[in-house]
Structures are given as C-alpha cells and as structure tokens.
C-alpha cells in the first residue's frame, strides 16, 4: 500500500535553514506528481509546492518562491524539501502527499517551528 514518511523537521531561529525528506512506498515514484503542503494551528492546510513526474517541472505558492526549492531522487524514491531564510509564519506541520488511483494519500507530518 501507499506510504510517506516525513523526516527532517525541528525548531529553527529565524533566518535558518531545514530540509525535510519524504520517503515513499508502494507505487512507482517517478510516474507521480510529489506535492508539499503544510499546516499552521488553526488554520487550513495549504499548498507549498509540487515535483511533477518525470521531470515535468516545479511549483511554488508565493508565500516561499525564491526561499523553499522541491526536488525528487527518483532512485530513492524521495521528495525534498529544502527551506532558506525561514521565517516565523513558516511554522506548521509540513505533510507530502501524493494522488494515486483516485485518492490523495497522506504522510504523518513533520512538525516545523521558527522561533527565536
């Protein structure tokens, strides 16, 4: 069955630097769409940013373009998220996800705080 394991969060000051890792299982990696969405308290969960398939291209919201880049070891069957210059409205739970057979299909999550 399908499976996202987030990794890579923690508390970072502002102006730092984290990579989060999303390990995927039980469909052929390189054929879907890898998407980054995160998840402030209180609010919705939110677009950040996609890796089409096979080298289709990337994705930004506007909130992180120039800050955050997406990529994808298609090998390893991992998308990553690497994020610059953080800034405290970056803080939320950062979740990949990906649309496979007609169902959007979730990881646990990985908690992310910017904080002095």
């Known amino acids: 069955q399908v499976q996202l394991v987030e990794s890579g969060g923690g508390l970072v000051q502002p102006g730092g630097s984290l990579t989060l890792s999303c390990a995927a299982s039980?469909?052929?990696?390189?054929?879907?769409?890898m998407t980054w969405y995160r998840q402030a308290p209180g609010a919705e969960r939110d677009f950040v940013a996609h890796t089409a398939a096979d080298g289709g291209g990337t994705n930004y919201a506007d909130s992180v373009k120039g800050r955050f880049t997406i990529s994808r070891d298609n090998a390893k069957s991992t998308v990553y998220l690497q994020m610059n210059s953080l800034k405290p409205e970056d803080t939320a739970v950062y979740y990949c996800?990906?649309?496979?057979?007609?169902?959007?299909?979730w990881g646990q999550g990985t908690q992310v705080t910017v904080s002095s």
């Open positions: 039980g469909f052929i990696f390189s054929a879907y769409t």
């Open positions: 996800s990906t649309y496979f057979r007609g169902y959007r299909y």
